[in-house]
Antibody, heavy 124, light 111 residues
Framework: QVQLVESGGGVVQPWGSLRLSCAAS????????MHWVRQAPGKGLEWVAL????????YYADSVKGRFTVSRDNYQNTMYLQLSSLRAEDTAVYYC?????????????????WGQGTTVTVSS | QSALTQPASVSGSPGQSITISCTGT?????????VSWYQQHPGKAPRLMIY???DRPSGVSNRFSGSKSGNTASLTISGLQAEDEADYYC???????????FGTGTKLTVL
């Protein structure tokens, strides 16, 4: 079945780094744009980034620009989120999600398939 | 980047209909048809309920419907059921470097 599975979360000190992974299965991963979305404890959803189907176009939220880097490996059906210069306010559950529009370089700016999330805690 | 505005809570009895509003600006909700709605139960990942203002993904009940007027989008749930009790978030494309903005979230209580 269509599935996304995140991994790589953990506890990291302020100014530290972490790499999250998102493994896709059950659909043609290389055809879809992919998002990262996060949710701080007890808070609402916050969009983090969108990567095009081929990895050539990446868009970041202002709050993470310059600190987070998204990449993907379409042969491994996996997307990555490199988190750097982490702050306490980056503490959250991080979700990867698929944009429903299957046409290359088109987006609905929505998320129709979500992973279960991976938790990142920034604390000394 | 400011979030879209939703009521903090709404409630209704089983069988009733409720509407959740999502107010933005002409740079997001009012300017584009890329409005989506998500349902989130405690401890679970969000679930897409509506996209492109009023389209329903396969498997979503037709009790859920979406609409938009000006800078405000709305999610209507008819025939409320106990399992509809959850948090609901809207989102929209926004004409800024932060491409997608979510709403503040609404807690739906089924009485």
């Amino acid at each position: 079945q269509v599935q996304l599975v995140e991994s790589g979360g953990g506890v990291v000190q302020p100014w530290g780094s972490l790499r999250l992974s998102c493994a896709a299965s059950g659909f043609t991963f290389s055809s879809y744009g992919m998002h990262w979305v996060r949710q701080a404890p007890g808070k609402g959803l916050e969009w983090v980034a969108l990567m095009s189907y081929d990895g050539m176009n990446i868009y970041y939220a202002d709050s993470v620009k310059g600190r987070f880097t998204v990449s993907r490996d379409n042969y491994q059906n996996t997307m990555y989120l490199q988190l750097s210069s982490l702050r306490a306010e980056d503490t959250a559950v991080y979700y990867c999600a698929r944009d429903p529009e299957p046409r290359p370089d088109y987006y609905y700016y929505a998320m129709d398939v979500w992973g279960q999330g991976t938790t990142v805690t920034v604390s000394s | 980047q400011s979030a879209l505005t939703q009521p903090a809570s709404v409630s209704g009895s089983p069988g009733q209909s409720i509407t959740i509003s999502c107010t933005g600006t002409s740079s997001d909700v009012g300017g584009y048809r890329f409005v989506s709605w998500y349902q989130q139960h405690p401890g679970k990942a969000p679930r897409l309920m509506i996209y492109k203002v009023s389209d329903r993904p396969s498997g979503v009940s037709n009790r859920f419907s979406g609409s938009k007027s000006g800078n405000t989008a709305s999610l209507t749930i008819s025939g409320l059921q106990a399992e509809d009790e959850a948090d609901y978030y809207c989102s929209s494309y926004r004409l800024t470097s932060t491409l997608v903005v979510f709403g503040t979230g609404t807690k739906l209580t089924v009485l």
